[in-house]
């Protein structure tokens, strides 16, 4: 070998090799299907984001903890749960066998990976409020908790893989990201209530107010990609997506009644 061959086979050996990976859910145009159902659900959304304990923490008027205490103690089941919905969503995947099928199984991998802690969060935060763990793994899910809960196991686990993502990823989450944003600043407040509220009970409010703001976006984009426009498939993640929210505020609000 020359040694013009040598140096050419030494600088084509440096050249890095490029790793594959599924592109990104970047955010793009709104097909008119979707953008219809985001219409059609807009006051089903608002409702789920603002009920009354919401509301009236975000604006500071600081509701009994009481509520508080059985709306955590309830949706425990919720939180706890959610990493198997998203496996069940996971299930459904493959890897290239068709448009954007990787990218929501790396999406869905991630997630899952973020969510690993959520519970353990959770019941700190629970505890700060001065319910212990042991209390919490005991309660009995209210008829309309148990409901939401039924919805989106069997959502994610019978219906398409875009009526889980929009039934869980795109409704639960996205509302969450939303109240939390507003909530989490006035809710230090309940320290004058006997809260304790240092950084490891405040670490569930802040993460979901940090970053549900983008897995809701990016849950649109799976919708884009796994639903199929020219069939009934556009209605049926409609109906998952709207039965989401509606469960949600009502077990919300079954929490609050005195």
Same mark, same amino acid.
């Given at each position: 070998?020359?040694? @013009?061959?040598?140096?050419?086979? @030494?600088?084509?050996?440096?050249?890095?090799?490029?790793?594959?990976?599924?592109?990104?859910? @970047?955010p793009s145009a709104h097909p008119r299907w979707l953008e219809s159902m985001l219409e059609s659900t807009r006051r089903d959304w608002? $409702?789920?984001?603002?009920?009354?304990?919401?509301?009236?923490?975000?604006?500071?008027?600081?509701?009994?903890?009481?509520?508080?205490?059985?709306?955590?103690?309830?949706?425990?089941?919720?939180?706890?749960?959610?990493?198997?919905?998203?496996? =069940?969503?996971?299930?459904?995947?493959?890897?290239?066998? $068709?448009?954007?099928?990787?990218?929501?199984?790396?999406?869905?991998?991630?997630?899952?990976?973020?969510?690993?802690?959520?519970?353990?969060?959770?019941?700190?935060?629970?505890?700060? =409020?001065?319910?212990?763990?042991? +209390?919490?793994?005991?309660?009995?899910?209210?008829?309309?908790?148990?409901?939401?809960? +039924?919805?989106?196991?069997?959502?994610?686990?019978?219906?398409?893989?875009?009526?889980?993502?929009?039934?869980s990823n795109w409704a639960i989450e996205g509302i969450t990201g939303v109240w939390t944003r507003d909530v989490v600043e006035p809710?230090?407040?309940?320290? $004058?209530?006997?809260?304790?509220?240092?950084?490891?009970?405040?670490?569930?409010?802040?993460?979901?107010?940090?970053?549900?703001?983008?897995?809701?976006?990016?849950?649109?984009?799976?919708?884009?990609?796994?639903?199929?426009?020219?069939?009934?498939?556009?209605?049926?993640?409609?109906?998952?997506?709207?039965?989401?929210?509606?469960?949600?505020?009502?077990?919300?609000? $079954?929490?609050?009644?005195?």
């Amino acid at each position: 070998m020359s040694s @013009s061959e040598q140096e050419v086979r @030494s600088l084509t050996s440096r050249v890095p090799v490029r790793r594959y990976g599924p592109p990104p859910l @970047s955010p793009s145009a709104h097909p008119r299907w979707l953008e219809s159902m985001l219409e059609s659900t807009r006051r089903d959304w608002d $409702a789920a984001c603002w009920p009354p304990l919401f509301r009236d923490t975000a604006e500071g008027r600081r509701p009994p903890l009481v509520y508080w205490r059985r709306v955590l103690s309830q949706f425990f089941l919720i939180v706890e749960s959610f990493p198997k919905y998203m496996a =069940l969503s996971l299930a459904k995947t493959t890897y290239g066998r $068709a448009e954007g099928d990787a990218s929501i199984r790396r999406w869905l991998l991630q997630n899952l990976a973020v969510e690993a802690r959520h519970a353990e969060w959770f019941i700190d935060w629970v505890r700060a =409020l001065g319910l212990e763990p042991e +209390a919490l793994f005991h309660v009995r899910p209210l008829p309309e908790l148990q409901a939401l809960h +039924a919805h989106l196991r069997d959502t994610c686990a019978r219906g398409t893989l875009a009526e889980g993502i929009a039934a869980s990823n795109w409704a639960i989450e996205g509302i969450t990201g939303v109240w939390t944003r507003d909530v989490v600043e006035p809710f230090r407040a309940y320290a $004058a209530d006997g809260a304790r509220i240092d950084a490891s009970a405040m670490m569930w409010l802040k993460a979901h107010a940090r970053y549900d703001d983008l897995h809701p976006v990016e849950a649109l984009e799976i919708l884009k990609l796994c639903t199929d426009p020219t069939g009934d498939e556009p209605a049926r993640v409609l109906d998952a997506t709207r039965k989401s929210l509606r469960l949600y505020t009502s077990a919300i609000r $079954a929490c609050c009644v005195d």
